[in-house]
């Protein structure tokens, strides 16, 4: 059941009256196709996302942000489609000119086109701004129809506890899930910097004002998981009411890993046990797969049909799924 009052986008008989303001949160490859779909489904109302920026890295000198920019290049349209991350019609030069100078690390790959968003936000940067005025301004070029908030302005960035044979230590995120493949089990994650990081400027003020929260499908852990964990962002959510789209599908991610960090924190990769991780105080409406039909938890109702986004079409049907699902919640 909702937990807030009516929605101003709803009538007293719930019926939706214009323009309402949604609150998604996001990680990457996942959230972003979701919200394309989100914003195709419902082009009249804003949207506010809140991106994950525990996958942030500095590499060369230079603040990559790879959630955010995945996210604005797909709503802006100049995503790799195939890839799901990085530009299209992309070059390598400056990557294989690096090599060439043995600069590490190889492992990270970052496009010619890709380099001249992290030069525009690493020297705003250097100039004092924050990366809330920072994304908001490389969205101006972008307009990518959503208003792209970061999870935090404060530098906040997930890393993986890890044994190899150099023995125990903690590395990047990245350097666990690109370089490594999430080959090496992970046995903790550590959001260093989580315990004084603020919600950037927006970011609590958005799911005051917001009618519903919808969860896209990303990763439990290392994307949804970490915004989670900003102090504040938590709380102020399970005030509203929270629909949240299933990334795992018949007990396996649909693509990526996020099984290994489901295994690392102790949780069974299965749509069931991500909604349990949630939990019933932050979700209230919970769409599965077909497959998944029997998953059920006290007070979240789950509904389930088909949530694999082949296409922008689909991904569009699975947001409309989600939003009616939470404006008849939010009644
Ligand atoms: P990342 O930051 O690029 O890894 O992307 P996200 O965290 O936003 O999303 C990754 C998650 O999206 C993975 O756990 C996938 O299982 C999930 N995912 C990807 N495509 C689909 C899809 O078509 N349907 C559903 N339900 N989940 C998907
Ligand atoms: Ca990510």
Known sequence: ??????????????????RMHIVSLAGGIGGARFLRGLRATEPDSTITVIGNTGDDITLFGLRVCPDLDTVMYTLGNGIDEEQGWGRAKESHVVKEELAAYRMEPQWFGLGDRDFATHIVRSQMLAAGYPLSQITKALCTRWQPG????????????????????????????QEWWVRLRASVPA????????DTAKPA????????????????????????????????IRDALTAKTVVGVSPIIGGAPVRGMADACLT?????TSAQAVLELYGSDLIDGWLVAEEDEGVALD?????????????AEAAAGIARTALDLALELAR
């Open 187 to 194: 046995q903790s994650f550590a959001l260093v910097g989580a």
């Open 264 to 268: 690392a924190i102790g949780v069974e």
């Open 201 to 232: 400027p927006g970011v609590l003020e958005a799911v005051e004002d917001a009618d519903v929260v919808i969860l896209p499908p990303s990763n439990p852990v290392v994307s949804i998981g970490t915004i989670l964990q900003v102090p504040g």
């Open 299 to 311: 007070g979240v109702r789950v509904v389930a049909r088909p949530i694999l986004m082949h296409d």
């Open 1 to 18: 059941m909702g937990k807030t009052t009516p929605a101003v986008g709803l009538s007293v008989t719930g019926e939706r009256l214009g």
């Open 146 to 173: 959503v208003r792209l908030l970061p999870m935090s302005d404060d530098r906040c960035e997930t890393h993986v506890v890890i044994e190899d044979e150099h023995g125990k230590r903690a590395v990047h995120f």
